[in-house]
């Protein structure tokens, strides 16, 4: 092994060394190579900041001065010059005009301060008029003999000019010679002399009127103002400080203008040479003062005139001192490489092994104590990270499957321990081996170790041992229990309805188990019991509501025939006293059928079929209708019947009216039955803009505190007497309260004996807007007979409402056919046409909803338009008008029908007909509604 050892340790010296000596030779040319590019890189990137110093600083001066051009202060000024101008020479006009240039020229070098430069001048008609400079200002005065510089005395000639405060100052040929002529507007760079400036100029647009025309103003540049700021060395050398790169700004033919180390300044005639190499632009070698240096040069065009070179500098010695540098590293690490690679080889057996051996031991540990957290580091990512890799996996997978397998457990503990069915586990022997809590509290032992510490469980929970026998036998049979109804016994003795499930199973270590679940069916017996019983109550509802229903169609029938012929023969009898007998027989065939009425709503409220609707109707029409019924008898009794209606901003409201003019006409009804002398008054006002309150007050009987509740429930009344005198069934307030309940309003009473009752009913009615159409126009009581009459198809089994409607059609144009049954009906519908359908709901071998579902069949099958049919029915509540809009009827006529009754329908059905046939014909492309 040590032998091994050695060997390795002199091939990899030898390699090494052979390697170093190879890579030391390569090295030392690509460093230097290498630092050379990147000194050239480096100044480049200087020559390229320069150049964008230079164009930014032009930027700023620019755009600074483009600012102070068009600034309201500088145009003021300007234009109040070119206006003094232009009024003429006068001395006074002449000092104005020069004070307004000394206030300008001192704007202009404000900016000199934060703009660092070296002049301002100001520029009228291409003639220089005003020089500023940090510490000096000049005005240029137009004399006899040419053209004066004047220069303030003191501080106070900076004020305002004058001769006394104004000094002539000699002319600096310099300054004057670059003055000479205009400035080129924008920024530039100009060379004067030795000296590098950035200049710029911009003209200052004013306002004024023009003399072509007095009412408009032209725009002209009033004057030209200039900045100028010298390129000088400091700048340069500041440069030199963030780049560390040296910076001059050359001519063409090699002078030097700007420096950043003037001392270090080359020799025109070598610059000249580099300049003049046909590579110009790849790096250069340059002596300046005795050193060499790496040298950079590009052409500055932003330069008035001919163009500048800008030119960069490094120290040949500073490359040339990075390659060494970095050659002593190398030979440094090379020797420290040589020292690691020996010790790298002689612990290389130990290397390899230790992984091995440490992984071995981990294996180990997580073997000897089964802690399956625990990982085997991955040292490598060869064969043996490979090996440690596959032995963390399977731990893994086995960490987590024992962790689902806990959870599993917790879970399904969570389920057993809180489930609220009993659930249990014993042995073939009957032994409970495991009990949850709910199971315990059933049974009355509190917690599961009580109820698996009673012995004799078995014996207590079940009343009769057959039973348990019963059901032990029917789980061997069928090997299982579902849903199995039982009746079980707690610890206290008491008994309760359960129902059990249980399945055998076989157990590894247990052997034969019964497992299962207990249900406590108390509270789900009684709720079916309760249902039970509502069940019954609503069948026992819909048995009343039947009999109610039959109840009235078989006393409707007849009611039809006899009010039908008593109308008839009050007609045609003359005789006095027959007429008054022929009355009160109407008279009480009206009361009978108001009874009748009265118990049927009274039965739609209580099995909650009274349904109401929302429809616009109109307060002083209502109770002008519920007036008029009980004028005639108001009258006969001797009473002042009288209304005031307050409709108020909404005279249309928005509710059941007909529910409405029934409660009404009951209050005013009852008011003058109980009143023999003195009025009645039906009042209506609003209370609010969505509630309206009604009134009905009477000077009668009264009524005692102690009836005022009882008279609103069903069949009850003050007391018997009033009942024989007044005659009546309790009812009709009775109804009127469920009624105004369901409306969700109120009624209430005053009332004392002797002293007449006042009714007061609060309701919610909502303003609306009335209909736009004429429907609720009231019809005229007499109806004129239609010359034409209409053909109309009767079907009615009853001879005596065939003799009856006979006689009530007798002396009109109309045409009658009749028919006996549905089927009779459905055959004279098919052998010709018919304007109108009058159809008995009940008849034999066919009724009318059979009868009318058959002719619209038929009518879809032949094409044929579809004719008006109209039930007739002595059933009085919603659901016959249901079944009979579901046949296909029209409308709904209730039994029993007066004549009066009867030819008003009649007439207004015929006064539509006409108006349909009036319509003009519709288009011809118009699409059929048959098929």
């Known amino acids: 092994m040590r032998s091994l050892q050695h060997k390795l340790l002199l091939v990899t ?32 990137s200087a020559l390229a900041l320069l150049v964008k110093e230079l164009s930014a600083s032009a930027r700023a001066l620019d755009t600074t001065l483009e600012a102070e051009a068009s600034t309201p202060e500088v145009r003021r000024m300007v234009t109040a010059l070119h206006n003094l101008t232009a009024q003429g020479e006068q001395a006074a006009t002449q000092e104005l005009a020069y004070t307004l240039r000394i206030r300008l020229i001192q704007h202009l070098r404000q900016t000199l301060q934060t703009q660092p430069g070296d002049l301002a001048a100001l520029w009228e008609d291409g003639r220089l008029s005003a020089i500023g400079r940090q510490h000096q200002i000049l005005l240029l005065k137009e004399e006899g003999n040419g053209l004066s510089v004047f220069t303030p005395r003191d501080d106070a000639g900076l004020v305002r000019f004058s001769d006394e405060l104004w000094r002539k100052a000699p002319a600096e040929q310099s300054l004057m010679a670059e003055m000479s002529s205009p400035p080129q507007i924008g920024a ?43 390129i000088d060395n400091q700048r340069l050398h500041r440069f030199f400080e963030r780049t560390h790169v040296e910076i001059e700004i050359l001519t063409e033919d090699g002078v030097a203008l700007v420096s950043s180390h003037p001392q270090h300044a080359a020799s025109r005639q070598a610059i000249f040479a580099a300049l003049s190499r046909h590579n110009r632009a790849a790096m250069q070698s340059v002596t300046r003062a005795d050193v060499s240096y790496l040298a950079r040069f590009s052409s500055y065009s932003l330069i008035e005139g001919a163009p500048l070179t800008l030119a960069a500098y490094i120290p040949h010695a500073q490359v040339i001192a990075q390659t060494g540098h970095i050659l002593w590293l190398q030979g440094a690490g090379l020797g420290i490489g040589l020292l690691i690679t020996v010790l790298v080889t002689l612990w290389l057996g130990r290397f390899i092994t230790q992984p091995i051996i440490r992984m071995t031991e981990r294996m180990r540990a997580v073997a000897n104590t089964q802690d399956l957290s625990k990982r085997v580091a991955i040292e490598s990512t060869d064969e043996i990270g490979e090996l440690a890799r596959s032995f963390n996996e399977m731990t893994e997978r086995l960490q987590q499957a024992d962790f689902a397998m806990r959870l599993a457990e917790q879970k399904y503990r969570s389920i057993f321990e809180n489930s609220v069915e009993g659930i249990f586990q014993i042995s073939s022997s009957g032994v409970l081996i495991t009990a949850n809590p709910a199971l315990a509290q059933m049974l009355g032992y509190g917690a599961p170790r009580n109820l698996i510490a009673s012995e004799d469980w078995m014996k207590r929970v079940f009343p009769r041992q057959s039973e348990r026998k019963r059901l032990m036998l029917r789980l061997m049979r069928n090997h299982a229990i579902i849903n199995y109804d039982i009746t079980l016994r707690r610890r206290d003795g008491s008994t309760f309805a359960a129902m059990v499930n249980a399945y055998p199973v076989v157990t590894s270590g247990k052997g034969r188990l019964i497992e299962g679940a207990v249900q406590d069916m108390t509270e789900r017996r009684q709720q079916e019991r309760a249902e039970q019983a509502r069940h019954a109550a609503e069948q026992a509802n819909a048995a009343k509501t039947q009999f109610l229903a039959a109840m009235s169609h078989e006393i409707r029938t007849p009611m039809n025939v006899i009010m039908g012929i008593s109308e008839l023969l009050l007609e045609q009898e003359s005789d006095a006293a027959k007429r008054d007998y022929l009355a009160t027989s109407v008279s009480a065939g009206e009361g009978l059928l108001s009874l009748i009425n009265d118990i049927l709503d009274l039965s739609k409220i209580e099995a909650g079929e009274m349904t109401l609707g929302q429809e616009p109707f109109e307060l002083n029409a209502l109770m002008a209708d519920v007036t008029r019924i009980f004028q005639q008898k108001a009258t006969q009794k001797g009473l002042e019947l009288s209304a005031v209606c307050d409709v108020g901003p909404a005279p249309w409201r928005l509710g059941d009216a007909s529910r409405l003019r029934q409660v009404l006409i009951n209050l005013v009804g009852n008011a003058i039955k109980f009143t023999q002398k003195g009025s009645v008054r039906l009042r209506g006002a609003p209370l609010s803009p969505t509630h309206y309150g009604f009134e009905v007050a009477d000077s009668g009987i009264g009524v005692a505190p102690k009836h005022q509740q009882s008279i609103f429930q069903p069949f009850s009344q003050a007391d018997s007497g009033i009942s024989r005198q007044y005659g009546g069934t309790g009812l009709g307030l009775s109804i009127c309260k469920r009624l105004i309940e369901r409306m969700e309003g ?134 016959a008008h249901r079944h009979s809009e579901e046949a296909g009827c029209d409308g709904h006529l209730t039994k029993p029908i007066r004549k009066k009754e009867l030819l008003a329908f009649l007439e207004r059905f015929h006064s539509a007909q006409h108006a349909a046939d009036d319509a003009p014909e519709p288009p011809a492309s118009q699409p059929s509604v048959f098929p």
């Open 188 to 230: 530039t760079a100009v060379r004067r002399e030795q000296q590098l400036y950035l200049q710029d100029a911009q003209p200052v647009r004013i306002q004024v009127e023009d003399p072509d025309n007095a009412y408009q103003l032209k725009t002209l540049p009033g004057a030209v103002i200039q900045y100028r700021r010298p």
């Open 746 to 879: 109120e009624i209430t009473l005053e009332s004392a004996p002797g002293r007449g009752s006042l009714f007061r009913v609060e309701l919610p009615l909502p303003p609306t807007s009335a209909p736009t159409t004429a429907a609720h126009e009231a019809q005229t009581d007499e109806q004129t007979p239609a010359a034409n009459g209409l053909k109309i198809l009767i079907a009615e089994d009853s001879e005596d409402n065939i003799m009856l409607l006979k006689a009530y059609l007798s002396k009109t144009p109309h045409s009658l056919t009749f028919a006996r049954n549905g089927e009779e009906a459905v055959k004279q519908y098919a052998l010709r046409r018919f304007d109108l359908v009058l159809m008995d709901v009940q008849m034999p071998r066919m009724d009318g909803y059979a009868a009318t579902r058959h002719i619209r069949q038929w009518e879809r099958r032949n094409g044929r338009a579809r004719a008006p049919i109209w039930a007739l029915s002595a059933h009085a509540f919603d659901d």
């Open 13 to 44: 010296l030898s390699t090494v060394f052979l390697v170093a000596l190879f890579a030391g030779a390569s090295a030392v040319w690509i460093t230097y190579v290498d630092h050379r590019d990147r000194a050239r890189e480096k100044l480049d």
